[in-house]
């Protein structure tokens, strides 16, 4: 099975810093990498998808990277809005969750 | 634009049997490449994938939850369904039905349920 590491498990920073989230994948997969935000109480909302495309509606300060094993979520310049949590998810026949990284106001 | 909404019980009693109906309106349930599944997520915690099935009937389940789990549809209704059974504390969580296609942004999610089950 695959099993989605991510990393750190909380970035605290500041409005207008920039974010790097982190995805490792324990194996080469065959299927495609998403990025999700989670606000509280609210259900997961897709950002990227198949690594680097944005999803409609979603501003161009996220951008997603990687191949192989390694994926990465960039937020270029967090907006007050973007302090949410992030799940990294590889969507083939089946799905398997990065555990989130909480990105937190310093 | 496709909605989903799931419904049933926010209770269950331990040792029995979770169901739940994922309603789907704005799109069929028979377009094709969609999955349709169940993700669950514990208070406090992170996504768990439970299942999909596929528009062509083809079932996905999470090994750890396979021997307990059954996904079904019923396209005439444009529903899905879960069942989990002999379910414990462990299974009390936020119940989310979605869909998506892995190779596009189609992809749509309710607004979630919370199920608790109680000894």
């Known amino acids: 099975d695959i099993v989605l590491t991510q990393s750190p498990a909380t970035l605290s920073l500041s409005p207008g810093e920039r974010a790097t989230l982190s995805c490792r994948a324990s194996?080469?997969?065959?299927?495609?990498l998403a990025w999700y935000q989670q606000k509280s109480g609210q259900a997961p909302r897709l950002l990227i998808y198949?690594?680097?495309d944005r999803a409609a509606g979603i501003p161009p300060r996220f951008s997603g990277s990687g191949s192989g094993t390694d994926f990465t979520l960039t937020i270029s310049s967090l907006e007050p809005e973007d302090f949410a949590i992030y799940y990294c998810q590889q969507r083939s026949n089946w799905l398997t969750f990065g555990g989130g990284t909480k990105v937190e106001i310093k | 634009q496709v909605r989903l909404q799931e419904s049933g019980p926010g209770l269950v009693k331990a040792s029995e049997t979770l169901s739940l109906t994922c309603t789907v309106s704005g799109g069929s349930i028979s377009s094709s490449n969609y999955y349709w599944g169940w993700i669950r997520q514990p208070p406090g915690k992170g996504l768990e994938w439970i299942g999909s099935?596929?528009?062509?009937?083809?079932?996905y389940y999470n090994p750890s939850l396979k021997s307990r789990v059954t996904i079904s549809i019923d396209t005439a209704k444009n529903q899905f369904f879960l069942k989990v059974s002999s379910v414990t504390a462990a299974d009390t969580a936020v119940y989310y039905c979605?869909?998506?296609?892995?190779?596009?942004?189609?992809?749509?999610w309710g607004q979630g349920t919370l199920v608790t089950v109680s000894s």
């Open positions: 198949d690594t680097s």
């Open positions: 979605a869909s998506w296609v892995p190779t596009s942004d189609n992809d749509y």
């Open positions: 194996q080469s997969f065959s299927g495609y």
């Open positions: 099935i596929y528009y062509s009937g083809s079932t």
